[in-house]
Each structure stands twice: as structure tokens, then as C-alpha cells.
């Protein structure tokens, strides 16, 4: 064999077996790594310790007026004139607008008109009729029965004259003109209840509208009026936060339109009753304010921050390890386990399509404990635990594609 293909040869043998040593070099280091990395834990765990809870409940509501008032007409029938708009400034007693009368409602104010016009002469007339027999009943010129029937007569005229004057009062005072001629009639004024702003016009001239005294329907509303310089703020609370909110807590409220401006103020009212709305059971809460301010508009969206007890420098664990159970609230203790026994505990059954479902008791240990107050992250633990105690942060019984359900 020639000298270069000796050589040839043993290049190719030295390469063949440099390969062969890295390759169990790296198999060894691997294997020693995989030795030497700790156990698995089954499930994220956290740690009791020592911290400040504040009670916090957060919600979204409106602003809104406290006085409000819709405006409807007195009778039915199509809108004639508008005297008002959004944003003007009306006083108790101002026309808004005038509405003609249907068919109807004219036929009933000319009935009621007609009415007291009838009473009128018939009481008159019974009047002087039983002033003239009175005079002669005391002169005995007339019979006892026949005073008795004139008397009659004029009682129930004076009490039917009553009555419609009564009626005709009545609707002149909703704001219909009445005593005005057909001639002169310009129709039905819709009169401001009160003081306040204009927000809403949701009528237009030329639209017929509905009375807001009838007995069938509700009525058109035609104004929305209300005082603007007292403005609070409407949430729901979901029931599961009700617990923690009171009469007279303070609270933080923002508005999105000015998220730099914040208003102090104080609970105000709790409903005594639930509201469902989409499912969800909440209770109208009402927020007074301390100080108004030219920024709150009715309808704008308030974020609201209502702050109850605190509590500094106590036992706390993660909301999220405690579980409600039958026996009470609990927490899931991690045992101390040192490396041989964390391994030996993680070891997979032999049978790995048959599931333990005590396989958590290797790890942890169930404890009773007994909570105090809780925000958005911690509860306070008045007994059971202690100070460095390692706890499961999710539910360490379940089986693994359950954890990862309840996560997602």
C-alpha cells in the first residue's frame, strides 16, 4: 500500500472516531443536565406574607340630573308651534310649544265648556227661583212641599255649576286656552313644570302627538327639562360586590370626556331591590357629589371608584387561592418535600392511561381557613396559615386539560 493512501485511510478512521466521542460527550452532559434539573411542580403556587388591603369597587355609570321631569301635552293632536330648544334656559310656568287639538279632544273642551256654560244659567235661575219662594214661605203664602222642591232644585243646581267649574278649572290650568272663541283658539300651550334646562326636543312641528293624561298609553314627551347645577351619578353594582360598599363611603369619579378631573363624593342611596339586566344581578347605586363643576353633562360616562376599609400590614394570600368548599373556604398547603422526595413523587404510574386522582396529596395538604377583608388581588387570612406558607394558585385536584380550561 502506497504511502498516501496509508494516509488516506488513517485521516478517514481519526475523523470516523472524533465524531463518535463528541457524540457520547454530548449524550453524558445531556443526561447529567436532565439529572440534575429539579422536579416539575404541578401547579403555580404562591406565598403567604405580610401586606396593606384596600377595599376598592370599581364601576361604570352615568351622570344625570337629580331632577328630572318629561313634558307631555294635556290633550292629543298635532304640534303648531315650538318656542323652545335643546339647551334653553325655561322658567316654572313658560309656554313650550302649542298643540291643535284632534277632533276629539276639541269635541270634549267644547263639551266642557258648553257644560259649565248650562250649569251657570240653570243655577241662576234655580237661585232666583228659591230666593223669590223663600220670601213667600215666610210670609206663609206658600206651601211647605213646594219650598221644599224649589230648595231642591237649587241645591242640585248649585252643586252641578260646582262641579263643572270645577272641570272648566281644570283644564284651563294644563294649559289649554279655553275660555278663548273658536275664532281667537290658537291651541293647547305645553307649559314648563319647572325651572331648568332644556335637554331634550323630540318633537317637531307638524307631528301628532298622544296626551299624556290618557288612560290607553303613556303620551308623547315632547321636552325633557331638569336642573343642571345638581348632577349626580347612577352605577349598578354587581350583587357579588354589594357586600362591600355602604352609605356614605367615599368615592372617586372620572369622566372620559376630562380623564385629568376627578369628583369627590359620597354614596348616597342602595337600592333595596335587585335589577337584572343581561342576566346580571345589580343594585342602582346613587352618588352625590361634593362640588359641581361646568365639565358634568347629563349622560356622560362616569368610571367610579368607591374605597371602603383598609387594613395595613396583615396576612394576605392571592384571591385566587382560596377555594369555596362545603367545609368552609380553603387553601391547598405545599408540603416540604425535599429533591429526592419531589422526585419521587413526580414520577408518572406505570399504568399512565389510568389517572390518580389523590396524586395531589403528595404535594399538598388541604386546610380550613377563615378570611377577612379582600380586594381586586389579596384576602386577608385571620386563621389557618402562616406568614411564608407556600399555597397552589389554582386548583391542584383538577386534572391537568381542566387547569388549562380554566386558565384559558
Do not use: C
Amino acid at each position: 500500500m502506497s504511502p498516501s493512501k496509508r494516509k488516506k485511510k488513517i485521516a478517514i478512521f481519526s475523523g470516523i472516531g472524533l465524531a463518535i466521542i463528541v457524540i457520547v460527550a454530548f449524550v453524558t452532559i445531556k443526561a447529567r443536565a436532565s439529572g440534575n434539573q429539579p422536579s416539575k411542580f404541578p401547579v403555580k403556587v404562591g406565598k403567604a406574607d405580610f401586606a396593606d388591603i384596600q377595599v376598592k369597587v370599581t364601576e361604570v355609570g352615568n351622570v344625570q340630573s337629580e331632577v328630572k321631569v318629561d313634558v307631555k301635552s294635556a290633550v292629543s293632536g298635532k304640534v303648531i308651534s315650538i318656542f323652545h330648544r335643546d339647551g334653553d334656559l325655561v322658567k316654572k310656568g313658560d309656554v313650550l310649544a302649542r298643540v291643535e287639538p284632534d277632533l276629539n279632544q276639541a269635541q270634549s273642551l267644547a263639551d266642557t265648556k258648553n257644560a259649565l256654560t248650562s250649569a251657570k244659567i240653570r243655577y241662576e235661575q234655580a237661585k232666583k227661583n228659591y230666593e223669590s219662594d223663600h220670601s213667600l214661605f215666610l210670609q206663609g203664602l206658600l206651601a211647605t212641599k213646594q219650598h221644599r222642591d224649589t230648595e231642591t232644585e237649587y241645591l242640585s243646581a248649585k252643586q252641578e255649576w260646582e262641579r263643572s267649574n270645577e272641570k272648566y278649572n281644570i283644564v284651563e290650568k294644563s294649559g289649554i286656552p279655553i275660555n278663548q272663541s273658536p275664532e281667537q283658539f290658537q291651541g293647547s300651550n305645553v307649559i314648563a313644570p319647572m325651572d331648568g334646562t332644556v335637554l331634550t326636543k323630540n318633537v317637531e312641528i307638524g307631528e301628532s302627538i298622544t296626551s299624556g293624561v290618557s288612560s290607553f298609553n303613556a303620551g308623547t314627551v315632547l321636552f325633557s327639562i331638569a336642573d343642571v347645577t345638581k348632577m349626580i351619578v347612577r352605577a349598578g353594582v354587581n350583587e357579588v360586590d354589594i357586600g362591600k360598599i355602604r352609605v356614605g363611603m367615599p368615592v372617586k369619579v372620572t369622566l372620559d370626556a376630562y380623564p385629568k378631573i376627578s369628583f369627590a363624593g359620597r354614596i348616597d342611596r342602595i337600592a333595596p331591590a335587585v335589577r337584572i339586566e343581561d342576566k346580571v344581578r345589580l343594585f342602582d347605586v346613587e352618588i352625590r357629589l361634593d362640588a359641581q363643576g361646568r365639565e358634568l353633562r347629563s349622560g356622560m360616562t362616569a368610571n367610579i371608584e368607591m374605597t371602603g376599609e383598609k387594613k395595613t400590614k396583615v396576612l394576605t394570600v392571592p384571591v385566587e387561592s382560596v377555594f369555596q368548599r362545603d367545609e368552609g373556604e380553603i387553601v391547598y398547603v405545599k408540603k416540604k418535600l425535599d429533591a429526592k422526595a419531589m422526585a419521587e413523587a413526580s414520577k408518572k404510574p406505570k399504568d399512565e392511561g389510568k389517572i390518580d386522582k389523590d396524586a395531589w396529596k403528595k404535594f399538598f395538604e388541604k386546610r380550613v381557613v377563615v378570611t377577612g377583608l379582600s380586594d381586586n388581588a389579596h384576602v386577608e387570612i385571620l386563621k389557618g396559615l402562616k406568614a411564608g406558607e407556600e399555597i397552589a394558585l389554582e386548583d391542584p385536584t383538577l386534572p391537568n386539560d381542566k387547569k388549562k380550561d380554566n386558565d384559558d
